[in-house]
């Protein structure tokens, strides 16, 4: 897939949309009318339109169209946050993100580091 192609499906318009779409060929592949859909689903059937038409609508109202088409699986494992691995050795080799640490200044030690210092000086320039 082109980087461009690719970048499309990243926008949320163009993904919202296309579940719409999906929606809707799903109903149409069960047979059911929007207003068939939209009683079963309880949902209306103006909320029903917006959805296949343009994606609009909520993540409640989607679950429950979802349910009717047979399609919750899909939502329960779309976001189930488990990843399989191929074996335990791949699972291993994952490794972990991690931010890099940030520097913390501790201003206490500093400050005390750099007046012992200067009274340091002082005390040579006194002297000398």
Known sequence: MD??????FRNPDVLVQAIGKRLRLQ?????????????RAGVSLSTLKLME???????QRLAKVAVVLGLDGDLRVLFSGQRSFESLDAVERTSRNRAPQRRTRKMGSDLAARVSEQLAKDHQDKNS
């Open 3 to 8: 980087k461009i192609k690719a970048f499309k």
């Open 27 to 39: 109903r149409l592949a069960k047979g059911l009318t929007q207003a068939e859909l939209a009683e």
């Open 53 to 59: 038409q343009r994606g609009k609508g909520s993540l």
